[in-house]
């Protein structure tokens, strides 16, 4: 099902969005249209436009994108109404292993941004990075086999280590 967002709302310069998912439930008042061009809105105060990944309002939601199979891929969360990604520093099997439990499969594997295992090994696939304008959401995960989501893993307030100018988004092999 595509979602929409409907209503952008400026309010003492915080941006508020009403997602609609169409055609059965009407937008909330005044009465807007949905545009069928590509979401975007813009940010209270400022001219530019900024691009919205919007996911549904399921937080906490996780999906791999970009894998050969669904069972692999750049690791995707929501949060606050918007998909964004996993920076890869401290990303380990741990973590990994979470994320696969919440999509349903027994175990997982940490691949990092350069293609490779946590032990080394070159896993033989790299996987897409997230587009530059999506946010990454999480970063230094530190979970442990009794965390059942992302969301109840620690995360440590440390930056993501970049490569230069190159985004570090994580990825998983689940099985």
């Known amino acids: 099902m595509c979602v929409y967002l409907c209503v952008c709302v400026c309010v003492r310069a915080r941006l508020r969005v009403y997602i609609c998912a169409l055609p059965t439930v009407p937008p909330p008042r005044p009465p807007f249209r949905p545009?069928?061009?590509?979401?975007?809105?813009?940010?209270?105060?400022?001219?530019?436009?900024?691009?919205?990944?919007?996911?549904?309002?399921?937080?906490g939601a996780v999906r791999l994108v970009g894998g050969r199979s669904p069972?692999?891929?750049?690791?995707?969360?929501?949060?606050?109404?918007?998909?964004?990604?996993i920076c890869d520093t401290n990303w380990n099997d741990v973590d990994a292993r979470v994320v696969c439990r919440q999509l349903g499969f027994a175990n997982g594997a940490a691949v990092s941004s350069k293609g490779q295992l946590m032990n080394g090994t070159v896993y033989g696939h790299t996987?897409?990075?997230?587009?530059?304008?999506?946010?990454?959401?999480?970063?230094?995960?530190?979970?442990?086999?009794?965390?059942?989501?992302?969301?109840?893993?620690?995360?440590?307030?440390?930056?993501?280590?970049?490569?230069?100018?190159?985004?570090?988004?994580?990825?998983?092999?689940?099985?």
């Open 71 to 85: 069972q692999e891929g750049t690791v995707q969360v929501c949060r606050n109404v918007v998909w964004g990604t």
């Open 35 to 59: 545009s069928p061009r590509p979401l975007t809105a813009l940010a209270c105060g400022s001219p530019k436009p900024i691009r919205r990944y919007g996911c549904g309002g399921k937080p």
């Open 127 to 175: 996987f897409p990075q997230g587009p530059s304008d999506m946010k990454v959401l999480y970063s230094n995960l530190d979970c442990h086999d009794t965390d059942v989501t992302l969301d109840s893993c620690v995360r440590r307030q440390q930056e993501c280590k970049s490569n230069g100018s190159s985004r570090q988004d994580a990825g998983v092999v689940c099985w």
